[in-house]
């Protein structure tokens, strides 16, 4: 597969998440609790993704902080907005996506926005890259890191996802 920002439809796909108001409206039609919760896309370019979830009403728990489910979803969001990316640049080849396991770690209390950023774009990209050449399924664990607005990290995640090659 050829460098994945030189891939018209990554190219595309940057496009599309990068509007407003489309991928507001993928969110609400394809992942509503995560868009009720605040979770939006903040940065999302090759090799590596950043979301943000607020601290507000409807993502918050009975302590005062972002509920726990909030922050596995921008995280998550993270890794899988990747994850999307490069699938695209294998067509013809399809590849399906699953999360198979996710492991977290809570540093501090989550009291305003929290940004979450993963780097491992380019293992994302690989593995997409050999399930496609194979269609034997990769498995494959990325992390995600949250971070308050000062640096502080609040949370991190490891998200283990299962990619396999369609029919």
């Not at 489910?69 to 294998?90: D, K, Q, V």
Request: charged fraction near 15%.
């Amino acid at each position: 597969m050829e460098h994945a920002t030189f891939h018209p439809a990554v190219r595309s796909f940057l496009r599309f998440a990068g509007h407003p108001l489309k991928f507001s409206l993928f969110l609400l039609w394809k992942l509503p609790s995560a868009w009720l919760a605040g979770v939006r896309l903040k940065q999302l370019e090759d090799g590596q993704c950043t979301t943000v979830v607020p601290f507000r009403w409807l993502s918050q728990n009975p302590f005062r902080s972002t509920y726990f489910a909030c922050l596995a979803m921008a995280a998550e969001m993270s890794t899988g907005l990747l994850s999307m990316m490069y699938i695209r640049a294998a067509a013809p080849k399809r590849v399906s996506m699953l999360v198979t396991g996710m492991e977290a770690s809570f540093v501090k209390k989550a009291t305003g926005k929290t940004w979450f950023t993963c780097h491992d774009g380019a293992a994302i990209q690989a593995a997409i890259a050999r399930t496609a050449a194979t269609g034997e399924p990769e498995v494959l664990t990325v992390h995600s890191i949250g971070k308050s607005g000062d640096g502080t990290v609040i949370a991190s995640f490891a998200i283990t996802w299962s990619f396999k090659g369609k029919l």
